[in-house]
Nanobody, 126 residues
Framework: QVQLVESGGGLVQPGGSLRLSCAAS????????IGWFRQAPGKEREGVSC????????YIADSVKGRFTIHRDNAKNTVYLQMNSLKPEDTAVYYC???????????????????WGQGTQVTVSS
């Protein structure tokens, strides 16, 4: 059974950091592009980042550029989203998703992804 599980969310003060993990089971992440999305209450799902399967090229949305990075550890079948200098507007449920094509074809469009995790809550507040 294909499954993605996010972890690492929580409550953090503005300016703090969190590292989210996206662990896969039932399939090998190596061949998939992995994207991160977030959704705040009352807002649409927003694409944050994507990492390709082949060359590890990454895509980072302008809203988080310079603060968030994505990387993959194929040996652990896990992709990470490192979030630094967090702001209150980063508060959202964060989801990871897998794209079979492997290319981050439309990195920030949710309908281009084939499998989704359940999400992890990130709250940035003092």
């Amino acid at each position: 059974q294909v499954q993605l599980v996010e972890s690492g969310g929580g409550l953090v003060q503005p300016g703090g950091s969190l590292r989210l993990s996206c662990a896969a089971s039932g399939f090998t992440l190596d061949y998939y592009a992995i994207g991160w999305f977030r959704q705040a209450p009352g807002k649409e799902r927003e694409g944050v980042s994507c990492i390709k399967s082949s060359d590890g090229r990454t895509y980072i949305a302008d809203s988080v550029k310079g603060r968030f990075t994505i990387h993959r550890d194929n040996a652990k079948n896990t992709v990470y989203l490192q979030m630094n200098s967090l702001k209150p507007e980063d508060t959202a449920v964060y989801y990871c998703a897998a794209e079979r094509r492997g290319t981050c074809h439309h990195p920030y469009l949710w309908w281009g992804y084939d499998y989704w995790g359940q999400g992890t809550q990130v709250t940035v507040s003092s």
